[in-house]
């Protein structure tokens, strides 16, 4: 697909990397991006092609909501609520581990849409959830279970 001219949809676009997707689709020549957060006012970029909508990916209402008045988009960016490897954002900020920038995620991620591949890895450790997700899932989440709890753990 092209991005120049394209309609497109970023859910938790208010900071983070959903923020640098706005930013990097806007560069990329994007004709209207819908820039969905809870909350709409905390939307700060300054752009006529800027759409802003209240869209918590977690309610129905506001799906069906956003489905209904966004009916034109070709790309939908649905960045609250993936996985990915450490991206340096809030989200991180306790991390020490290595760390892609957003824009390198972004930048990555565009260019492997327009060439048509349907799988974009930003990272190793993207790869590496991608091939346990398709062939392990029950013990790739017992996996992330248990890092999560080590990670909850008093040291
Ligand atoms: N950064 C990393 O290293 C990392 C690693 C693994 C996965 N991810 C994933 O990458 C995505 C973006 O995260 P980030 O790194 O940009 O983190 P971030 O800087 O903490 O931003 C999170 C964004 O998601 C929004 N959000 C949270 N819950 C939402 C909901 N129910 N409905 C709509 N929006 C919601 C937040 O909105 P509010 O401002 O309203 O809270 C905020 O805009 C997330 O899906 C995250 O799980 C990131």
């Known amino acids: 697909m092209k991005i120049q001219d394209c309609l497109a949809l970023v859910t938790g676009s208010n900071r983070g990397l959903g923020l640098a997707y706005c930013e990097g689709l806007l560069r990329a020549g994007a004709a209207r991006v819908y820039a969905a957060a809870r909350d709409p006012s905390k939307i700060g970029i300054c752009d006529s092609r800027v759409v802003p909508i209240a869209l918590d990916v977690t309610s129905l ?8 008045r966004c009916q034109d988009i070709s790309l939908l960016i649905n960045n609250a609520g993936v996985y990915a490897g450490y991206i340096d ?19 990555c991620s565009l260019a492997g849409l327009e060439s048509g591949v349907d799988r974009i890895f930003a990272d190793d450790s993207a790869v590496y959830v991608d091939q346990k997700v398709r062939t392990d899932r029950t013990a790739f989440d017992a996996e992330l279970l248990q890092a999560w709890e080590d990670s909850q753990s008093p040291c």
């Open 89 to 107: 954002t809030d989200m991180s900020a306790h991390v020490t581990a290595p760390k892609a920038s957003p824009s390198q995620v972004v930048e």
């Open 61 to 68: 209402a506001d799906v069906i909501s956003a489905v209904q």
